[in-house]
C-alpha cells in the first residue's frame, strides 16, 4: 500500500488497518485550487502538515471548502521534492495518544506543493497565478521566526536582504522578498484584499510580518522598482492585513517507533529523509492531539470557516492574552525549567523527566503556585485547565518524542519573556512579593548552572546552540564545578542585565536567592539534584 493518490482507490485496504481517509473528492479539490485558490501557505513542514492542513480538510469533508491549500516552501526545496510529490502532496497523520495508541489519517487538503523560488519559473508562475487571483483570500505562515528576520541583533541587514532590496523583485530571494513581489503581482493585477496570517510561534506574529513585508516595499519604492502607492496598498488593512494569531501543538521529529509500526502494516516508503538543508522530515507526522490555534478575526477578502474546525476566531486583544498566557505562565516556562534540568540530570525525553518527584513538583510550582495569580486570563481559556493538561496529560505523553535538549536551544532568547514577565507582574502588585518566588529562581539559577557544560554528575555536557553562549561563558569563566562561589561580581553583572531577564534581577531582590540556589548547586556531584530537594 503506497501514501498517494492510488490510497483513495483502495479503502478497505486502509480502512482494515485503522487508517482514516478522506471523505472528499480529492481530483474535484485540485481542479477547484486550480482555478479559484482561496488559501497558500508558506512552510511546508510538520506544523503545517500536522495541523493547520488538517483544518481545511475538515472544513472539506463538512462540504465547507471545495479548494484545497497550496503549501510553497522558501527555504528547504528538497521537502518539495521528496515529501510532497512523490505522495501527491498527501501526509499520513500520526496522533500519539499517551497510552501508546495511535489515530491515523490520511491528510490530503494540500493542492499542490511549490517551490516559492522567483528562478523556479514554472513553480513560481504557478504562484504568481495564484496570488492574481481575486479568489485568493488567505496566506498564512509557519516560517519560524527567523523567516521574518531582516537584520541581525546590531539591526544590520542580513547581506541576502541588503541584495534583496538594492536588486528589487524580479531577483527576490529571501522569504520576506519573494512574499513582497507576490503581492506586487496582486497589486498590479488589481489590488484585492488579503489576509496574510502568520502562525508561527512567536509573539506579535502579524506585527513582524507587517514590519518585514513593508520594509522591503519600502525600500524597493526608493530604489523605483514598485509604484510609490504600492507601500501604501500593503500598510492599508483594509487592503491587506495581518492578523495575529497564537498556535499551539506539538509535532516533534519523526519517530522510528511510528515509522516501523506503519510499515508492520503494510504502508511502503516511510522512511524519513534528511534533505540537503538538514531537515529531517518523513512522509508521516507524528503529533499530540491537544492543539489550539486563536485568530485575530480580520479578512477583508473573506476567509475559509475556521471557527468550524475549531479555530478560535477572536480581537487582536483575546489573541495576545492568550498567546502571553500560554508563553508566560502556562507552558513555555514549564518547558524551559524542565529543558534546564532535564539536561543536567541526563534526561533523554520530556515525558521521563515527568516521572521525575522533584522536575514535576518544579512545573507544578511555575504553572500553579507563582504563574496563576499573576497569569493573564483570555477568557476563552482557563489558565488552570491549561496548566493541568500540559502537566498531566501533554508531557507526560510518552510517545511525543521530545527532549530536554532540543527545548533548551536559545534560551538567552526565551527567558525574558517566560521568567521574567513573571517576576515584572510580582514587582507591579504591592499584594505579592517577587523575593517570595522560589521555583521561578530555581529555574534561572538551574540555567546558570547548565552553561558550565557540565552535568550533575560532574561529567562534560554538551549545550544547545544559543546565540549569546560566547558572550555568556565569558562572563561565567570564574564559576567552576566543584568551587565554592568566591566572587558573586560577575554573576550579579550577567543577573543585573535586563537584555536577558527581562528587568533587574539585582534590583528585583532576587540576587541572594539565585546565588544561594547556584552556589549549592555547584558543590560536587548529586548537588543539583541536592537543591531541588532542599527548595522543593
Same mark, same amino acid.
Given at each position: 500500500?503506497?501514501?498517494?493518490?492510488?490510497?483513495?482507490?483502495?479503502?478497505?485496504?486502509?480502512?482494515?488497518?485503522?487508517? &482514516?481517509?478522506?471523505?472528499?473528492?480529492?481530483?474535484?479539490?485540485?481542479?477547484?485550487?486550480?482555478?479559484?485558490?482561496?488559501?497558500?501557505?508558506?512552510?511546508?513542514?510538520?506544523?503545517?502538515?500536522g495541523?493547520?492542513?488538517?483544518?481545511?480538510?475538515?472544513?472539506?469533508?463538512?462540504?465547507?471548502?471545495?479548494?484545497?491549500?497550496?503549501?510553497? @516552501?522558501t527555504?528547504?526545496?528538497?521537502?518539495?521534492?521528496?515529501?510532497?510529490?512523490? $505522495?501527491?502532496?498527501?501526509?499520513?497523520?500520526?496522533?500519539?495518544?499517551?497510552?501508546?495508541?495511535?489515530e491515523?489519517? %490520511?491528510?490530503?487538503? %494540500?493542492?499542490?506543493? %511549490?517551490?516559492?523560488?522567483?528562478?523556479?519559473?514554472?513553480?513560481?508562475? $504557478?504562484?504568481?497565478?495564484?496570488?492574481?487571483?481575486?479568489?485568493?483570500?488567505m !496566506?498564512?505562515?509557519?516560517?519560524?521566526?527567523?523567516?521574518?528576520?531582516?537584520?541581525?541583533?546590531?539591526?544590520?541587514?542580513?547581506?541576502?536582504?541588503?541584495? @534583496?532590496?538594492?536588486?528589487?523583485?524580479?531577483? =527576490?530571494?529571501?522569504?520576506?522578498? !519573494?512574499?513582497?513581489?507576490?503581492?506586487?503581482?496582486?497589486?498590479?493585477?488589481?489590488?484585492f484584499?488579503?489576509?496574510?496570517?502568520?502562525m508561527?510561534?512567536?509573539?506579535?506574529?502579524?506585527?513582524?510580518?507587517?514590519a518585514? %513585508?513593508?520594509?522591503?516595499?519600502?525600500a524597493?519604492?526608493?530604489?523605483?522598482?514598485?509604484?510609490?502607492?504600492?507601500k501604501?496598498?500593503?500598510?492599508?488593512?483594509?487592503?491587506i492585513?495581518?492578523?495575529? *494569531?497564537?498556535?499551539?501543538k506539538?509535532?516533534?521529529?519523526?519517530a522510528?517507533?511510528?515509522?516501523?509500526?506503519?510499515?508492520? @502494516?503494510?504502508?511502503e516508503?516511510?522512511?524519513?529523509?534528511?534533505?540537503?538543508?538538514?531537515?529531517?522530515?518523513?512522509?508521516?507526522?507524528n503529533?499530540? +492531539?491537544?492543539?489550539?490555534?486563536?485568530?485575530?478575526?480580520?479578512?477583508?477578502?473573506?476567509?475559509?470557516?475556521?471557527?468550524?474546525?475549531?479555530? $478560535?476566531?477572536?480581537?487582536?486583544?483575546?489573541?495576545?492574552?492568550?498567546?502571553?498566557?500560554?508563553?508566560?505562565?502556562?507552558?513555555?516556562?514549564?518547558? *524551559?525549567?524542565?529543558?534546564?534540568?532535564?539536561?543536567?540530570l541526563?534526561y533523554?525525553?520530556?515525558?521521563?523527566?515527568?516521572?521525575?518527584?522533584?522536575?514535576?513538583?518544579?512545573?507544578?510550582?511555575?504553572? $500553579?503556585?507563582?504563574?496563576?495569580?499573576?497569569?493573564?486570563?483570555?477568557?476563552?481559556?482557563?489558565?488552570k485547565?491549561?496548566?493541568?493538561?500540559?502537566?498531566?496529560?501533554r508531557?507526560?505523553?510518552?510517545?511525543?518524542?521530545?527532549?530536554?535538549?532540543?527545548?533548551?536551544?536559545d534560551?538567552?532568547?526565551? +527567558?525574558?519573556?517566560?521568567?521574567?514577565? *513573571?517576576?515584572?507582574?510580582?514587582l507591579?502588585?504591592?499584594?505579592?512579593?517577587?523575593?517570595?518566588?522560589?521555583?521561578?529562581?530555581?529555574?534561572?539559577?538551574?540555567?546558570?548552572?547548565?552553561?558550565?557544560? !557540565?552535568?550533575d554528575?560532574?561529567?562534560?555536557?554538551?549545550?544547545?546552540?544559543?546565540?549569546?553562549?560566547?558572550?555568556?561563558?565569558?562572563?561565567?569563566?570564574?564559576? &567552576?564545578?566543584?568551587?565554592?562561589?568566591?566572587?558573586?561580581? =560577575?554573576?550579579?553583572?550577567?543577573?543585573?542585565?535586563?537584555?536577558?531577564?527581562? *528587568?533587574?534581577?539585582?534590583?528585583a531582590?532576587?540576587?541572594?536567592?539565585?546565588?544561594?540556589?547556584?552556589?549549592r548547586?555547584?558543590t560536587?556531584?548529586?548537588?543539583?539534584?541536592?537543591?531541588?530537594?532542599a527548595?522543593?
Open positions: 500500500m503506497k501514501l498517494n493518490r492510488s490510497c483513495l482507490t483502495n479503502r478497505k485496504a486502509f480502512e482494515d488497518i485503522s487508517v &482514516k481517509l478522506p471523505e472528499f473528492d480529492w481530483e474535484k479539490m485540485v481542479q477547484a485550487t486550480d482555478q479559484a485558490p482561496r488559501w497558500i501557505h508558506f512552510g511546508a513542514g510538520n506544523i503545517f502538515r495541523f493547520i492542513a488538517q483544518l481545511q480538510q475538515q472544513l472539506l469533508e463538512k462540504g465547507l471548502e471545495e479548494s484545497g491549500i497550496i503549501a510553497a @516552501d527555504f528547504d526545496f528538497d521537502i518539495i521534492d521528496k515529501i510532497y510529490r512523490p $505522495y501527491d502532496n498527501m501526509t499520513m497523520m500520526v496522533r500519539l495518544k499517551p497510552d501508546g495508541t495511535m491515523r489519517e %490520511v491528510i490530503a487538503s %494540500v493542492a499542490k506543493g %511549490v517551490k516559492a523560488a522567483v528562478g523556479n519559473e514554472p513553480d513560481f508562475a $504557478y504562484l504568481v497565478n495564484a496570488f492574481t487571483n481575486p479568489s485568493l483570500q !496566506v498564512s505562515f509557519t516560517i519560524t521566526e527567523k523567516g521574518y528576520a531582516l537584520s541581525d541583533f546590531r539591526g544590520e541587514l542580513f547581506p541576502i536582504v541588503k541584495k @534583496d532590496m538594492e536588486e528589487g523583485p524580479q531577483k =527576490a530571494v529571501h522569504a520576506m522578498s !519573494v512574499v513582497t513581489a507576490l503581492l506586487l503581482k496582486r497589486y498590479l493585477a488589481g489590488g484584499p488579503l489576509a496574510l496570517v502568520s508561527d510561534n512567536c509573539s506579535h506574529n502579524g506585527e513582524k510580518l507587517k518585514s %513585508v513593508v520594509s522591503i516595499a519600502e524597493w519604492g526608493k530604489a523605483g522598482f514598485v509604484p510609490d502607492e504600492f501604501a496598498w500593503v500598510e492599508d488593512e483594509s487592503k492585513s495581518f492578523p495575529w *494569531t497564537m498556535i499551539d506539538i509535532t516533534p521529529r519523526p522510528e517507533v511510528v515509522q516501523k509500526a506503519l510499515e508492520k @502494516d503494510g504502508i516508503d516511510m522512511a524519513p529523509v534528511i534533505t540537503s538543508k538538514n531537515t529531517y522530515i518523513a512522509p508521516f507526522v503529533a499530540e +492531539i491537544p492543539q489550539y490555534l486563536v485568530v485575530e478575526d480580520r479578512f477583508p477578502g473573506g476567509r475559509p470557516a475556521l471557527e468550524k474546525a475549531g479555530v $478560535y476566531m477572536t480581537d487582536r486583544d483575546t489573541v495576545n492574552k492568550t498567546e502571553r498566557m500560554k508563553v508566560t505562565t502556562c507552558l513555555n516556562p514549564l518547558h *524551559t525549567a524542565l529543558a534546564v534540568y532535564g539536561c543536567l541526563g533523554t525525553s520530556i515525558a521521563a523527566e515527568m516521572k521525575d518527584r522533584e522536575l514535576k513538583a518544579l512545573a507544578e510550582r511555575i504553572g $500553579y503556585v507563582e504563574g496563576l495569580p499573576v497569569v493573564t486570563d483570555p477568557g476563552i481559556l482557563s489558565p485547565e491549561f496548566i493541568r493538561e500540559v502537566i498531566e496529560y508531557l507526560p505523553n510518552p510517545f511525543i518524542p521530545d527532549t530536554p535538549q532540543r527545548i533548551a536551544t534560551t538567552s532568547q526565551k +527567558i525574558s519573556i517566560r521568567f521574567g514577565e *513573571t517576576i515584572k507582574a510580582y507591579a502588585d504591592e499584594r505579592l512579593e517577587a523575593e517570595r518566588l522560589t521555583a521561578i529562581p530555581l529555574a534561572i539559577a538551574g540555567w546558570l548552572r547548565y552553561l558550565l557544560g !557540565v552535568d554528575k560532574g561529567q562534560p555536557m554538551e549545550i544547545s546552540s544559543d546565540p549569546m553562549l560566547p558572550e555568556l561563558k565569558e562572563q561565567l569563566k570564574e564559576i &567552576k564545578f566543584g568551587e565554592a562561589l568566591s566572587d558573586r561580581s =560577575a554573576l550579579e553583572r550577567v543577573l543585573s542585565n535586563p537584555v536577558i531577564f527581562g *528587568t533587574d534581577l539585582v534590583k531582590g532576587l540576587f541572594p536567592k539565585i546565588t544561594d540556589m547556584l552556589s548547586m555547584l560536587g556531584p548529586g548537588a543539583v539534584r541536592r537543591t531541588l530537594q527548595f522543593l
